[in-house]
């Protein structure tokens, strides 16, 4: 067997959440990431059939029946992920009934999978209906999309508007768009719920006063997401209280979505 810690798809989540703590959207325990792995990889560094501990579902998972994560423990700081990973992240297995998890491997000194696991395996399932080559769901306090939440209004063509006018890569990168909920209760299994049922449409959810979930076929495509937003939203606040000479029209965003082969989201651009 070789080292798990060595592992790439242990290193990469190394990388990624201090990278994410570094830009600031992981305060503390703040955000979380899974990541589905091909079970083939980690029975080179596992005995996958080894079980050291096992966790209950809140929901029926059934959907990823056998599938393996790895996933941030909750509590966790992303700042001590590098330096750590076996305290701080888990290998879990969703057990065949669905209702419960297992653990292959981390959450050393007793931890536990993130309080949003609902929201990651609900938008999980979601979102390999749309896309079998989907893999991650990432989680964070990306601190100018909250900021924007408490001053624009949350509705999503609103919203997902005002983002793809601040630079001209967003409705390239987004031309979906971004899903948005109010403030709910966090850490539970309605609001996985209601963030999957927006990742049926988006791959790109904030949640109002809170952050933004972001999903994707590896780490790079969900970051990239994200952080396209957030500068976006930086953006946004740097000019919502000055005077506008000029925006990007309409008309421009579809000369955009044109020459970039991509196609905005139904009704979100004036029709030509
Ligand atoms: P966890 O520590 O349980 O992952 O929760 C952090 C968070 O961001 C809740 O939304
Ligand atoms: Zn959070």
């Not at 059939?49 to 393996?68: C, E, H, N, V, W």
């Not at 609900?122 to 990432?138: A, N, T």
């Not at 997902?160 to 948005?180: A, H, I, K, N, S």
């Not at 937003?229 to 000019?239: F, H, S, T």
Request: glycine share 10%.
């Amino acid at each position: 067997m070789k080292d798990i810690l060595t592992a790439p798809f242990v290193q990469e989540v190394c990388k990624i959440t201090g990278n994410m703590y570094r830009l600031g959207w992981d305060e503390r325990n703040g955000g979380n990431l899974s990541c589905l792995l091909d079970e083939k990889e980690v029975g080179a560094y596992l005995d996958t059939s080894q079980t050291l501990r096992t966790f209950p579902m809140a929901f029926d998972a059934g959907a990823l029946a056998g599938k393996i994560f790895i996933v941030t423990g909750t509590g966790k700081y992303f700042r001590n992920i590098p330096d750590n990973p076996a305290e701080n992240l888990g290998i879990i297995r969703v057990a065949a009934d669905g209702r419960s998890v297992g653990l292959l491997w981390g959450y050393e000194g007793g931890g536990a999978p993130t309080s949003e696991l609902p929201a990651h395996f609900r938008s999980h399932i979601v979102r390999l209906e749309k896309d079998p080559g989907h893999r991650v769901v990432m989680h964070c306090h990306a601190t100018n999309v909250v900021a924007m939440t408490f001053i624009h209004p949350l509705d999503e063509r609103a919203f997902t508007r005002t983002l793809w006018q601040m630079c001209t890569e967003c409705l390239v990168v987004f031309p979906d768009g971004v899903g948005v909920l109010p403030w709910m209760l966090c850490g539970n299994d309605e609001i996985g719920v209601a963030t999957a049922e927006k990742m049926r449409e988006y791959r790109l959810v904030v949640w109002g006063q809170h952050g933004i979930f972001g999903a994707g076929k590896n780490i790079d495509e969900a970051f990239g997401l994200i952080e396209t937003v957030e500068k976006a939203a930086e953006i946004y606040l740097k000019i919502c209280r000055s005077p506008i000479l000029q925006s990007i029209t309409d008309e421009e965003l579809q000369i955009l979505a044109k020459a970039f082969q991509v196609t905005p989201k139904e009704g979100f651009l004036t029709a030509k």
